[in-house]
Protein backbone atom coordinates (compact mmCIF):
# COMPACT_ATOMS: atom_id res chain seq x y z
CA UNK A 1 0.00 0.00 0.00
CA UNK A 2 1.30 3.15 -0.94
CA UNK A 3 1.62 5.82 2.02
CA UNK A 4 0.46 8.65 -0.91
CA UNK A 5 -2.61 6.96 -1.44
CA UNK A 6 -3.68 6.36 2.49
CA UNK A 7 -2.54 9.73 3.15
CA UNK A 8 -5.02 11.80 0.33
CA UNK A 9 -7.77 9.33 1.17
CA UNK A 10 -9.74 11.79 3.24
CA UNK A 11 -9.38 15.25 0.87
CA UNK A 12 -12.63 14.33 -0.61
CA UNK A 13 -15.96 16.87 -1.61
CA UNK A 14 -14.97 19.98 0.18
CA UNK A 15 -18.03 22.02 -0.47
CA UNK A 16 -18.43 24.45 2.76
CA UNK A 17 -16.38 27.83 4.03
CA UNK A 18 -13.28 27.57 5.90
CA UNK A 19 -11.94 31.21 4.82
CA UNK A 20 -13.26 33.53 2.00
CA UNK A 21 -12.99 31.89 -1.27
CA UNK A 22 -11.38 35.04 -2.77
CA UNK A 23 -9.28 35.80 0.41
CA UNK A 24 -5.80 34.90 1.10
CA UNK A 25 -4.61 34.14 4.77
CA UNK A 26 -1.52 36.30 5.55
CA UNK A 27 0.17 32.37 6.13
CA UNK A 28 -1.04 31.22 2.80
CA UNK A 29 1.63 29.23 1.14
CA UNK A 30 1.87 27.87 -2.78
CA UNK A 31 2.58 24.26 -2.80
CA UNK A 32 1.78 23.49 -6.30
CA UNK A 33 1.56 25.17 -9.68
CA UNK A 34 1.02 22.93 -12.79
CA UNK A 35 -1.05 22.38 -15.76
CA UNK A 36 -3.42 25.81 -15.09
CA UNK A 37 -4.23 24.85 -11.35
CA UNK A 38 -2.68 26.99 -8.54
CA UNK A 39 -2.85 24.90 -4.87
CA UNK A 40 -2.09 27.12 -1.85
CA UNK A 41 -2.15 25.58 1.56
CA UNK A 42 -3.08 27.30 5.13
CA UNK A 43 -2.93 27.03 8.70
CA UNK A 44 -6.55 26.37 10.56
CA UNK A 45 -6.40 27.71 13.93
CA UNK A 46 -7.29 25.00 16.88
CA UNK A 47 -6.56 22.48 14.10
CA UNK A 48 -2.87 20.43 13.19
CA UNK A 49 -4.75 19.84 9.88
CA UNK A 50 -3.89 22.66 7.45
CA UNK A 51 -6.46 24.04 5.17
CA UNK A 52 -6.42 24.48 0.91
CA UNK A 53 -7.15 27.10 -1.85
CA UNK A 54 -7.06 25.73 -5.16
CA UNK A 55 -7.55 28.12 -8.43
CA UNK A 56 -8.27 27.34 -12.24
CA UNK A 57 -9.97 28.29 -14.75
CA UNK A 58 -11.87 26.26 -17.17
CA UNK A 59 -13.51 27.11 -20.62
CA UNK A 60 -17.50 26.72 -19.94
CA UNK A 61 -20.16 28.59 -18.83
CA UNK A 62 -21.56 28.40 -14.99
CA UNK A 63 -24.81 26.42 -16.38
CA UNK A 64 -22.61 23.82 -17.26
CA UNK A 65 -20.52 24.08 -13.82
CA UNK A 66 -23.17 23.73 -11.52
CA UNK A 67 -24.94 21.35 -13.51
CA UNK A 68 -21.83 18.99 -13.26
CA UNK A 69 -21.70 19.37 -9.33
CA UNK A 70 -25.17 19.03 -9.02
CA UNK A 71 -25.00 15.65 -10.65
CA UNK A 72 -23.91 13.02 -7.91
CA UNK A 73 -24.32 10.20 -10.24
CA UNK A 74 -20.92 11.89 -11.97
CA UNK A 75 -19.38 12.71 -8.65
CA UNK A 76 -16.91 9.58 -8.73
CA UNK A 77 -15.64 10.45 -12.13
CA UNK A 78 -13.86 13.55 -10.87
CA UNK A 79 -14.01 13.97 -7.09
CA UNK A 80 -10.53 12.48 -6.29
CA UNK A 81 -10.46 9.12 -3.94
CA UNK A 82 -14.48 9.70 -3.86
CA UNK A 83 -16.51 6.60 -4.51
CA UNK A 84 -20.29 8.26 -3.94
CA UNK A 85 -22.15 10.87 -3.61
CA UNK A 86 -25.66 10.25 -1.95
CA UNK A 87 -28.64 12.95 -2.08
CA UNK A 88 -30.18 12.67 0.91
CA UNK A 89 -32.76 16.14 0.85
CA UNK A 90 -32.47 18.50 -2.17
CA UNK A 91 -34.75 21.60 -2.25
CA UNK A 92 -34.31 23.30 -5.88
CA UNK A 93 -36.39 26.33 -5.16
CA UNK A 94 -33.92 27.41 -2.22
CA UNK A 95 -31.10 25.44 -3.77
CA UNK A 96 -30.12 23.67 -0.30
CA UNK A 97 -29.10 20.42 0.11
CA UNK A 98 -28.24 17.40 1.82
CA UNK A 99 -25.41 15.18 0.73
CA UNK A 100 -23.33 11.50 1.88
CA UNK A 101 -20.05 11.66 0.63
CA UNK A 102 -17.99 8.41 0.81
CA UNK A 103 -14.29 8.27 0.37
CA UNK A 104 -12.37 5.00 -0.59
CA UNK A 105 -9.78 3.49 1.69
CA UNK A 106 -7.77 0.75 0.71
CA UNK A 107 -7.95 -2.65 3.12
CA UNK A 108 -7.66 -2.85 5.75
CA UNK A 109 -8.80 0.69 6.81
CA UNK A 110 -12.06 2.09 6.84
CA UNK A 111 -13.83 4.01 4.23
CA UNK A 112 -14.73 7.41 5.52
CA UNK A 113 -18.00 9.58 4.90
CA UNK A 114 -19.55 12.43 5.68
CA UNK A 115 -22.61 14.04 5.40
CA UNK A 116 -22.67 17.86 4.63
CA UNK A 117 -25.69 20.37 4.34
CA UNK A 118 -25.40 23.22 2.10
CA UNK A 119 -26.20 26.08 -0.65
CA UNK A 120 -26.28 27.61 -4.24
CA UNK A 121 -26.16 31.31 -4.44
CA UNK A 122 -25.37 33.45 -6.63
CA UNK A 123 -24.73 37.46 -6.85
CA UNK A 124 -27.30 38.99 -8.99
CA UNK A 125 -24.71 42.24 -9.44
CA UNK A 126 -21.13 40.06 -10.51
CA UNK A 127 -23.55 36.88 -11.54
CA UNK A 128 -20.23 34.68 -9.10
CA UNK A 129 -21.98 31.23 -8.10
CA UNK A 130 -21.30 30.29 -4.39
CA UNK A 131 -21.94 26.89 -3.03
CA UNK A 132 -20.88 26.26 0.73
CA UNK A 133 -21.77 23.81 3.83
CA UNK A 134 -20.75 21.64 6.73
CA UNK A 135 -20.78 18.91 7.95
CA UNK A 136 -24.20 18.52 10.32
CA UNK A 137 -25.07 15.89 12.89
CA UNK A 138 -28.02 13.24 12.98
CA UNK A 139 -27.20 10.53 10.16
CA UNK A 140 -25.41 7.44 11.55
CA UNK A 141 -22.50 6.11 9.33
CA UNK A 142 -23.07 2.92 7.21
CA UNK A 143 -22.02 -0.08 8.89
CA UNK A 144 -18.33 -0.57 8.12
CA UNK A 145 -17.58 3.23 7.75
CA UNK A 146 -15.78 5.45 9.92
CA UNK A 147 -17.34 9.19 10.18
CA UNK A 148 -15.21 12.26 9.02
CA UNK A 149 -16.19 14.59 12.22
CA UNK A 150 -15.39 17.31 9.94
CA UNK A 151 -15.58 18.84 6.44
CA UNK A 152 -15.72 22.13 5.87
CA UNK A 153 -15.18 23.96 2.05
CA UNK A 154 -16.85 25.77 -0.79
CA UNK A 155 -16.41 26.25 -4.37
CA UNK A 156 -16.85 29.89 -6.05
CA UNK A 157 -17.52 30.38 -9.40
CA UNK A 158 -16.49 33.65 -11.40
CA UNK A 159 -17.00 34.43 -15.08
CA UNK A 160 -13.88 36.45 -16.56
CA UNK A 161 -15.44 36.90 -20.33
CA UNK A 162 -14.59 34.83 -23.49
CA UNK A 163 -16.35 31.90 -22.09
CA UNK A 164 -14.23 31.07 -19.46
CA UNK A 165 -14.91 30.91 -15.28
CA UNK A 166 -12.34 31.05 -12.86
CA UNK A 167 -12.98 28.36 -10.27
CA UNK A 168 -11.98 28.84 -6.62
CA UNK A 169 -12.27 25.54 -4.56
CA UNK A 170 -11.01 25.96 -1.05
CA UNK A 171 -11.21 23.01 1.85
CA UNK A 172 -10.43 21.45 5.19
CA UNK A 173 -11.37 18.35 6.95
CA UNK A 174 -11.02 16.20 9.57
CA UNK A 175 -10.97 11.96 8.38
CA UNK A 176 -10.72 10.82 11.95
CA UNK A 177 -9.01 8.13 12.67
CA UNK A 178 -5.20 8.18 13.42
CA UNK A 179 -3.63 9.53 10.36
CA UNK A 180 -0.22 11.72 11.24
CA UNK A 181 -1.16 15.19 10.61
CA UNK A 182 2.50 15.97 9.50
CA UNK A 183 2.48 13.69 6.45
CA UNK A 184 -1.03 14.66 5.71
CA UNK A 185 -0.44 18.32 5.68
CA UNK A 186 2.86 17.72 3.50
CA UNK A 187 0.73 16.01 0.84
CA UNK A 188 -2.50 18.83 0.91
CA UNK A 189 -2.34 19.25 -2.87
CA UNK A 190 -3.65 15.96 -4.01
CA UNK A 191 -7.09 16.38 -3.43
CA UNK A 192 -7.97 19.70 -4.80
CA UNK A 193 -5.14 19.28 -8.09
CA UNK A 194 -6.75 15.80 -9.22
CA UNK A 195 -10.06 17.04 -8.98
CA UNK A 196 -9.84 19.72 -10.50
CA UNK A 197 -7.34 18.34 -13.40
CA UNK A 198 -10.32 16.04 -13.89
CA UNK A 199 -13.32 18.44 -13.66
CA UNK A 200 -11.30 20.10 -16.84
CA UNK A 201 -11.90 16.83 -18.66
CA UNK A 202 -15.56 15.96 -18.03
CA UNK A 203 -17.09 19.59 -18.07
CA UNK A 204 -15.82 19.37 -21.43
CA UNK A 205 -18.45 16.88 -22.76
CA UNK A 206 -21.11 17.95 -24.66
CA UNK A 207 -23.85 16.72 -21.72
CA UNK A 208 -22.54 18.99 -19.18
CA UNK A 209 -21.59 21.73 -21.75
CA UNK A 210 -25.66 21.74 -22.82
CA UNK A 211 -26.79 21.67 -19.16
CA UNK A 212 -29.02 24.04 -17.80
CA UNK A 213 -29.79 24.80 -14.27
CA UNK A 214 -33.27 27.19 -13.54
CA UNK A 215 -31.79 29.17 -11.31
CA UNK A 216 -28.25 30.46 -12.51
CA UNK A 217 -28.49 33.44 -15.07
CA UNK A 218 -24.72 34.12 -17.00
CA UNK A 219 -23.79 37.59 -17.54
CA UNK A 220 -24.69 39.21 -20.93
CA UNK A 221 -21.58 39.09 -22.64
CA UNK A 222 -21.73 35.44 -22.58
Same mark, same amino acid.
Given at each position: ???????????????????????????????????????????????????????????????????????????????????????????????????? =????? +????????? %? @?? &?????? /???????????? =????? +????????? %? @?? &?????? /????????????????????????????????????????????????????????????????
Amino acid at each position: MKLLTLLTMFWLTMIGATANAGGRPADMKLVLNKDGIRVWSYEVPGSPLHGFKAVTTVSSNLNSIVGLIADTEAASRWLYRTSEVETLKRNDESMSFVIR =VVTDF +PWPFKDREA %V @VA &GRIIQD /PQTMVVRIDSNT =VGGYA +PRTGNLNMP %V @VQ &GSWLFK /PVGNGKVEITMTGHADPGGNLPASLVNLLIQEHPYNSLKALKSVIAEPRFQTARVASIREPLYQ
